[in-house]
């Protein structure tokens, strides 16, 4: 069946937020008296939930322990995101018109806080673009389960075979596939090919304007 939405993540998928993300969870480290991770290690667990990415990291940490590192994090962002602004990815509004244009609902399933979401859209412009925005505050079971998928297509009204997950991480399409969907890997992000091609990604492209290409052919 023909792609009637798709579902993006937003780290490292829509916007280049890594200089951003692992600044603040370096600086966060240092503040909670952790050891500082490496830029990969820390850049690893973009996507899963912030106080999930501590204790991926960190692994004796108490849940309270990682809760503070969360809460931490959340404060240091708040600055650094002024200083180390994000930008979109190469051809990602050209993609995103040209989906509007042809009809195809877009919406952004994310461990982000929707309103973090929703502020950096603002920002670059493309809050008008996106259908439905669900945050890490939105479900219960994050990513990879199943539930952030299948609470976009219920809202949206949309079956799992019209919908494209396309992500940037292992994560987004483990997600995608536990909901049914077909999915969609980036290799400018997070992850490498490999990595996206072995989590059972049906597509990995290069640059988001080939997301224009799949759906046409596909």
Known sequence: MKTRLVIFDFDG???????????TMQQTQKACNLPVASEDVCASTIGLPLKN?????????SDA??????????????????????????????????LKNNGI????????????????????GIIGDIAYILGAEDV???KPDAEPVLKTLGALHYSA????????????????????????????GN????????????FVIDDMWELTEIIQNN
């Open 53 to 61: 990415c501590f204790m991926h990291i960190y692994p004796d940490l």
């Open 105 to 124: 609902a877009m919406s952004i399933a994310s461990s982000r806080s929707s309103k973090s979401i929703r502020d950096f859209l603002s920002g670059l």
């Open 161 to 188: 075979d019209e919908a494209l997950v396309v992500g940037d991480m292992p994560f987004d399409i483990m997600m995608g596939r536990n909901a049914g969907t077909r999915t969609c890997g980036v290799t400018y």
């Open 13 to 23: 998928t829509l916007c280049d937020t890594r200089r951003c993300i692992v600044t």
């Open 65 to 98: 322990e990682a809760t503070k590192c969360a809460d931490t994090y959340r404060v240091i962002f708040e600055a650094n995101k002024e200083r180390l602004q994000p930008t979109l990815f190469p051809n990602v509004r050209e993609t995103l018109k040209w």
């Open 191 to 202: 992850a490498s090919r490999r990595q996206l091609e072995d989590s059972g990604a049906n």
């Open 140 to 142: 219960t079971k994050p």
